[in-house]
């Protein structure tokens, strides 16, 4: 696979990576754990370097899962985590709580380099900012976790353009993490010319759309328990249903293309920027080599053309958060 290096950090990486989040957390029970290291380990044999979890997926588990995974082959891959929650006390469920104390950081690359059987984090994220901690302090202390070794770059994820400039003032920041698909592109109007000013690079989580831009789900599919979407506005039955005009205009282009739809939404993601690098989750290899082959694929400008008119003739129905998870956010 192509490679793309993430900003001016010098940090290379493939041109699309994996979230690994999914395989024990947010959509549904948790998926068997020797399939997802065989899943890990085949996106490896693809070409696929970059490779993303958090503390909180699980909590826990998923950077247990994604460390043995990848242990053999530590020295050809790229390991992203996150910090920033405070771990919920013993039956409540979700960890909710921002914390972003620097004593709390530090507290938390341990654990992450124990699950990851790591030495060094190759990129740490604040996994969302903390109203109470100034973003200085956050950026400090993660230059001194870069000082000491046990982390490579830093990164920040949902961040708005000012929270950005701060922390980069500070240390550098490598990387920012956000949502951005075909369907929520607000990155666009004011993140985007900061990242370029400063030369930082973007990872767009849920680059799929949480799976809708890839034609399988429709006004008729229940989500389990334990599945995330089941409670976003966006995922109603009702905007379901409005949106699938969008996954229809998507396979018309995707037809005329020899390709996918999920494969031709990962291309409009790679034409965007070069410093763009997707990280799709799945939890099934036949989903591992769409996605991977996706980088492969060329939109022309005429391409691009006719991907834009149809975003601007039908567009989104539903929230992608409910109020209070997208206050939380800094877009």
Excluded at 142 to 171: N, P, W, Y
Excluded at 221 to 242: I, K, N, Q, V, Y
Aim: glycine residues 10%.
């Amino acid at each position: 696979m192509r490679k793309r290096t993430l900003g001016n950090s010098g940090l290379e990486v493939s041109a699309l990576g994996l979230g690994c989040m999914g395989m024990s957390f947010s959509y549904g029970s948790p998926k068997d754990k020797t399939e997802m290291i065989a899943l890990i380990r085949s996106a490896v044999d693809l070409g696929v370097t970059f490779f993303d979890t958090a503390e909180v997926y699980g909590p826990l588990t998923n950077e247990e899962l994604v460390g043995e995974a990848l242990a053999p082959i530590r020295d050809q891959v790229v390991i992203a985590t996150k910090f920033g929650f405070k771990p919920a006390s013993a039956g409540e469920g979700r960890w909710s709580e921002l914390d972003s104390r620097p004593e709390h950081i530090k507290e938390a690359v341990e654990g992450s380099l124990k699950r990851l059987r790591i030495e060094t984090i190759d990129l740490l994220y604040q996994h969302r900012v903390d109203p109470n901690v100034p973003i200085e302090d956050v950026a400090g202390t993660v230059r001194d976790l870069i000082a000491e070794g046990k982390v490579r770059h830093f990164g920040m994820s949902e961040a708005g353009a000012q929270t950005i400039r701060r922390a980069h003032a500070v240390q550098p920041v490598t990387a920012l993490q956000s949502e951005y698909s075909l369907w929520w592109r607000r990155p666009e109007e004011q993140v985007f010319p900061t990242l370029e000013e400063l030369g930082i690079g973007f990872v767009p989580f849920s680059p799929l759309g949480r799976g809708f831009l890839t034609g399988a789900i429709d006004a008729a599919t229940g989500f389990g328990e334990g599945d995330m979407r089941g409670f976003l506005p966006r995922f109603t039955a009702e905007a379901r249903s409005a949106n699938h005009a969008l996954v229809d205009r998507l396979g018309e282009i995707a037809a005329a293309k020899g390709a996918t739809p999920a494969q031709i939404a990962l291309a409009w993601l790679l034409a965007q920027k070069p410093w763009i690098v997707p990280i799709p989750g799945t939890t099934k290899p036949h989903r591992m080599e769409e996605n991977v082959a996706a980088a492969e694929i060329a939109l022309s400008g005429e391409d691009l053309g006719s991907i834009e008119a149809a975003l601007s003739a039908i567009p989104v129905q539903g929230d992608r958060y409910l109020p209070a998870a997208e206050a939380a956010t800094g877009l």
